[in-house]
C-alpha cells in the first residue's frame, strides 16, 4: 500500500491524504487526462458542459429551436438520450443525421448547434481554480489530453498570457510535436473541438488514418507507457472508444504501468469494486470526496503537491541553488591545478529532482567530446548557467586582482 501524506483542507478542516506514490510524480512524468468534470466545475452554467447526456439534451434543444432537425427525429433522439447506456453512439448517430446524406460531415447542422449551446463560452467562466492548477502543472512540464469539446482550458490560459494551442487528431505533425514533448502549452482533443465540428469524431473508425500510421500511434502509445496519465473529472473516459483504440487496448502489459484517476465516492462498495477492477489495468483510483463541491480545491491542494516536487523543465523554473554549496564549489575549485584538470562528472538525467550539480570548472569547455554520462551537451551547459556556477570566470578575477 502506498503512504499517504496530509495537508490542510481549507473548506472543512479536516486534513486530506495524497498518495505519496502520486504526489512525489515530477510534474513532467505526468500526462493529464480532463473530462467533462472539469468542464463542469468550470462552467457551470452551461449545462451542456456536465455530460454526454447534458450535451446531446443541449444540442437536440438547439436543434429544436433552429429548426434543423426533424421534430419526428429529435423526439427518437430524446427517448434514446433517455433509454440507451451507450450515449457516445447516440450522440454518433445524431452528428450522422445532421450531415449530408453522402455519409461526409462536411457541412452539418450540428456545428450551428454546438455554436449555439457554446456561445461566448469565455464569459462563463465562474470558478476558474481548476483552470489554474492545471495550468500550474502545464508550466512545469505536465502534457494535457482531454476528451471534451469545448476549449474552457485554452480560453483561460490566453486570458493568462500563455500561448495556449488547440490540436486534434487530425494534424499529424503538430500531434507528434504535442507527443514529443514540444508543445507546452498544446492541448490534444482526441473528440475533436467544437470551432472545427468537422473535425468531430466519435467512434474508432472516424480515425482510421490515425490508428492505421504506425508512427503516430507508436508515439502515443508511448506515452502510455513512460508517462503516469491522470484522470481527473474522467468519468466514462475508460469506456470511450477513442480512448481504448489509442491507449487502452493498444498497450500490453498494463498492470506494469502506473495511472491514476480521481473519482467521485458516491458508494463506498461501488468505489472500491472499482478500485479493485482498475489495478488490472494499471490504474490507482482515489477520491477526491464524497460531494461535487470537493473537486475543485481537491484538484488545487494536488497540484500544489506536485508542484513542490524540484525539476529544472527547459524554460521553466530552475532549481534551487544553496548559496552555501556555491561557496563549497568555488572553494574547491581553488585547491584544483586547473581548469584542464578538472573532471567532468555523470550528471545524470536532467529531469532528476535533487541532482548533485556536479564540480564543473569552465563551462565552455563542454564539447562533443566531453564525456557527460546520461545528461546530454546542453543540460549540462544550461544546469551552470541556470544556477550561476562561473567558476572559472570567478578564478580569472581572483587571479587579475592578485597580480595587480
Not at 468542464?39 to 449545462?47: C, D, E, F, L, R
Not at 470511450?240 to 467521485?264: C, G, R, T
Request: aromatic residues 6%; glycine residues 8%.
Amino acid at each position: 500500500m502506498d503512504s499517504v501524506e496530509k495537508t490542510p483542507n481549507r473548506s472543512e478542516q479536516k486534513s486530506r491524504k495524497f498518495l505519496k506514490s502520486l504526489i512525489r510524480k515530477q510534474p513532467q512524468e505526468l500526462l493529464l487526462v480532463i473530462g467533462t468534470g472539469v468542464s463542469a466545475a468550470v462552467a457551470p452554467g452551461i449545462p451542456a458542459l456536465c455530460s454526454w447526456r447534458s450535451c446531446i439534451e443541449a444540442v437536440l434543444e438547439a436543434a429544436e429551436q433552429l429548426e434543423v432537425l426533424h421534430p419526428g427525429d429529435v423526439a427518437e433522439f430524446r427517448t434514446k438520450v433517455t433509454k440507451d447506456r451507450d450515449l457516445l453512439v447516440v450522440a454518433h448517430d445524431l452528428i450522422r443525421k445532421m450531415s449530408p446524406r453522402t455519409g461526409d460531415t462536411k457541412p452539418n447542422f450540428f456545428q450551428d448547434c454546438l455554436m449555439e449551446i457554446f456561445d461566448n463560452l469565455e464569459l462563463h467562466i465562474q470558478n476558474p481554480l481548476v483552470l489554474q492548477s492545471i495550468l500550474s502543472l502545464m508550466e512545469r512540464g505536465t502534457m494535457v489530453l482531454t476528451t471534451n469539446y469545448d476549449n474552457l482550458l485554452e480560453l483561460f490560459g490566453q486570458q493568462q498570457n500563455k500561448p495556449m494551442e488547440s490540436l486534434d487528431l487530425k494534424d499529424k505533425t503538430k500531434v507528434l510535436q504535442w507527443a514529443r514533448g514540444h508543445m507546452r502549452y498544446g492541448v490534444l482533443h482526441i473528440h475533436g473541438l467544437y470551432t472545427d465540428p468537422c473535425g468531430l469524431v466519435l467512434d474508432p473508425s472516424g480515425y482510421k488514418d490515425v490508428t492505421q500510421d504506425a508512427e503516430v500511434m507508436e508515439a502515443l502509445q508511448n506515452l502510455y507507457r513512460t508517462k503516469s496519465f491522470l484522470f481527473v473529472g474522467c468519468g466514462e473516459t475508460l469506456r470511450d472508444q477513442i480512448f481504448q483504440a489509442l491507449f487502452l487496448y493498444s498497450v500490453p502489459n498494463k498492470v506494469d504501468l502506473e495511472h491514476y484517476m480521481v473519482v467521485l465516492k458516491e458508494s463506498e462498495d461501488h468505489f472500491f469494486k472499482q478500485q479493485a477492477d482498475m489495478l488490472l489495468h494499471g490504474i490507482k483510483v482515489v477520491s477526491y470526496g464524497d460531494c461535487f463541491d470537493d473537486f475543485p480545491g481537491y484538484v488545487q491542494d494536488l497540484a500544489t503537491q506536485i508542484c513542490k516536487q524540484r525539476s529544472p523543465v527547459p524554460g521553466g523554473p530552475g532549481p534551487h541553488v544553496n548559496p552555501r554549496e556555491l561557496g563549497l564549489l568555488e572553494r574547491a575549485a581553488e585547491c584544483l591545478p586547473g581548469p584542464a584538470e578538472a573532471p567532468f562528472p555523470d550528471l545524470g538525467s536532467c529531469q532528476g529532482p535533487e541532482r548533485s550539480l556536479g564540480l564543473v570548472i569552465n563551462a565552455d569547455q563542454v564539447d562533443s567530446t566531453t564525456l557527460l554520462g546520461n545528461a546530454c551537451q546542453d543540460c549540462a551547459k544550461r544546469k551552470l548557467e541556470e544556477n550561476g556556477i562561473e567558476v572559472a570566470k570567478k578564478l580569472r578575477q581572483s587571479e587579475d586582482a592578485g597580480g595587480s
